[in-house]
């Protein structure tokens, strides 16, 4: 039917999301030589901010059971939405614990909800707002946004213990966490995914000190701005620090400097882009979203570091020890050991190799196995009918494949050959799959098929947003001044002005330290510069005193 999951073009079963899991994406660590941690973090708050599957619970155990709690297939009517992943006999670690089959609930449509007349293809839902708007902050519901607030000065609401903020604690710990004791912190934010792992939980508490340390410089320059002007003022100029961070720091990292060019995603230019398209769709692109960004699950490490301010190795933790349970970050001085640790351990290579802490041992929640977040993948690709490999191939202007040797362009041989085994025809490949598989464009960190759906993705969220920073002309459009200041914005002054005690960093904080990238203090501005708030001021604005974002920081 037209919402059943595809076959091969033989019309036989396709084969196993674990199967081809196991043999196609082995665990070989390569740490990257240049990019650093964070990079990968950064990767899953942009995905994060847009898109989340509606009937999904993501890291949690879902309420449709599809397999039971021994692993076995539930014969006796599943539920429709059921789609499970089936676990080979052989299988290296699921085998030893008699588990055949892995839950897999399928995404939500516009059938299921009345919204699609029933003669149109099924489109599945998102719950997240899909524009780049730091929805993982703010929420992407009234409702929410506004259980956030402290509603003084602008604010998001924290919890101050040991004289640092916190984000407030989740409503219902248990949806969202894997506590082991009630007093282990579990985390309100604008983003049910946010205490996934610690690296994310850091990144998300970083930005939301940096909404309040906003919110408080902005109520010095304009004291009679109300709680209402600070907080969307104070948003706004997140949101764009947000945006800019993503266009000029890290996307050129993924997409590639001369490629974003080319294709209008940067320019050369210093003042407004004037490049808003009303017609262009601002929606996430299934294929961008369930496959082609999904590649960089590959550059999650299975350990992370805590790094003391000598930058000396102070521990490495296993990463499936701490799924959904940010408690480490709290005690002593965590925060800023894995501020450090992000910003210099490498992020594992961008390859065909995934570490087995996500294809093994995802949300094991303490038991001695996990989920297969690989696997995942390529059912959720399947669930939401994307094209095949080939199919996404052609379309990106690549020679469609007649038999697997034609994948030889981008793929090498020995890959294809594992490829033939599994699939019947070049025709029943996987998008998540074939793309992971492709040799990188050069300067970029994808293959030109995703590389190609990535691109048409950022061009889309770009110049289809009317409230894009860098457009003028807009109601919401900042002055030339303030443009100019919020260009200033790095990943490095975000960690600088929000972490509790750090005082070093790079100035590129997305690339490894090095000679040319070296340590420098916070305090440097020439180095790190600072955006001036002052550019803010309801009044003409006055050169003689110091700008006050230098000198309001949590620091103090």
């Known amino acids: 039917g037209i919402h059943a999951p595809p076959t091969s073009v033989s019309g036989e079963p396709l084969p196993g999301s674990r199967l081809i899991s196991i043999v196609m994406f082995p665990d070989v660590p390569i740490p990257d030589p240049v990019w650093t941690l964070i990079t990968m973090t950064w990767g899953q708050i942009v995905t994060h901010d847009m898109s989340m599957s509606m009937g999904t619970t993501q890291a949690k155990r879902h309420s449709i059971r599809c397999c039971d709690d021994n692993g076995r297939l539930l014969s006796n ?289 303490g038991r001695p196995f996990g989920r297969d977040l690989r696997a995942i993948d390529v059912q959720r690709g399947r669930d939401h009918g994307l094209a095949s490999y080939n199919d996404y191939r052609e379309f990106c202007g690549l020679p469609r494949a007649h038999k697997f040797e034609d994948f030889s362009d981008y793929i090498d041989v020995e890959r294809i050959e594992k490829l033939a085994l599994l699939y019947n025809h070049p025709d029943d490949v996987d998008l998540s799959v074939g793309g992971s598989l492709e040799a990188h464009v050069p300067n970029t960190l994808a293959g030109p098929t995703f590389l190609c759906l990535l691109t048409e993705q950022f061009y889309r969220t770009k110049v289809s947003d009317r409230y894009f920073y860098e457009l003028g002309g807009q109601a919401g459009s900042f002055t030339p001044e303030q443009l100019s200041e919020i260009r200033k914005a790095s990943v490095s002054r975000i960690f600088c002005d929000n972490s509790d005690d750090l005082h070093t960093i790079q100035p590129q904080g997305f690339l490894k330290i090095s000679e040319k990238n070296p340590l420098v203090n916070c305090n440097d501005y020439d180095r790190i510069p600072s955006i001036d708030l002052n550019y803010w001021k309801e009044e003409p604005y006055s050169h003689g005193a110091p700008p006050y974002g230098y000198q309001e920081s949590y620091k103090k």
């Open 77 to 365: 009517n599943p539920d429709v939405h059921c789609f499970p992943i089936t676990i080979p006999e052989d299988d290296p670690v699921f085998s030893k614990f008699n588990r055949e089959c892995m839950n897999f609930v399928r995404s939500t449509t516009d059938q299921e909800t009345g919204c699609n007349p029933g003669n149109k293809p099924a489109e599945q839902l998102v719950v997240v707002s899909h524009w780049m708007d730091a929805s993982f902050v703010y929420g992407s519901n009234q409702r929410l946004a506004d259980t956030l607030r402290e509603g003084i000065g602008g604010r998001l609401r924290v919890e101050f213990r040991d004289g640092r903020p916190w984000p407030p604690a989740a409503a219902n710990k248990s949806a969202v966490c894997d506590q082991q004791t009630d007093e282990e912190p579990c985390y309100q934010f604008g983003d049910r995914r946010a205490n996934q792992n610690p690296q994310l939980t850091v990144l998300q508490i970083l930005f939301l000190r940096e909404h309040n340390r906003i919110a408080t410089v902005l109520s010095h320059v304009n004291s009679h701005w109300d709680d209402e002007t600070l907080y969307q003022e104070a948003r706004r100029i997140l949101i764009a620090e947000f945006q800019h961070i993503n266009y000029h720091e890290w996307l050129p990292i993924i997409l590639g400097t001369d490629n974003m060019l080319k294709y209008g995603l940067l320019y050369k230019s210093k003042g407004y882009t004037n490049d808003y398209k009303e017609n262009v769709d601002p929606s996430v692109i299934n294929a961008h979203a369930h496959a082609a960004f999904r590649y960089f699950h590959s550059s999650i490490q299975g350990q992370f570091h805590l790094i003391g301010e000598d930058r000396n190795l102070l521990t490495a933790v296993r990463l499936s020890d701490y799924f959904n349970r940010p408690t480490i970050i709290e005690k002593g001085y965590n925060f800023d050991h894995l501020s450090r640790g992000l910003t210099t351990q490498s992020q594992e290579e961008v390859d065909p190799f995934f570490t087995s802490e996500i294809t093994d041992f995802l949300f094991r929640n």
